[in-house]
């Protein structure tokens, strides 16, 4: 499996969340990224399950990106708990 980048660091997820809000592709193009490795620690959950984990990660990354689109963290909740329920979501539906 392919080494995944770095988790961003509190600062930087915050700069990245800012500039999310005003519109900044690239910055939820940034916050995905940053996040593949708690993607990859979800689908280690469900190997073995008939699919393949290539397949999980493709899936899983979709929820991911659903997730840093419609993250509010106006709302109290951490982006990686917040992350972490849209990716098991779409994994299980």
């Known amino acids: 499996m392919k ?3 770095q988790p961003l660091e509190a600062e930087e997820k915050q700069y990245y969340l800012q500039r999310l ?4 592709g690239q910055a939820r193009d940034i ?3 940053r996040n593949l490795r708690l993607v990859a620690h979800i ?4 190997q073995g399950t008939g699919e393949e984990t290539e397949d999980l990660i493709s899936i899983g990354t979709i929820g991911l990106i659903k997730a840093v689109t419609t993250f509010d963290s106006g709302k109290g909740s951490r982006l990686a708990t917040y992350a972490a329920r849209c990716v098991e979501n779409v994994i299980l539906s």
């Open 3 to 5: 080494t995944f980048p």
């Open 43 to 46: 689908v280690k959950k469900y």
């Open 31 to 33: 916050l995905v990224e």
């Open 21 to 24: 809000k005003e519109g900044d």
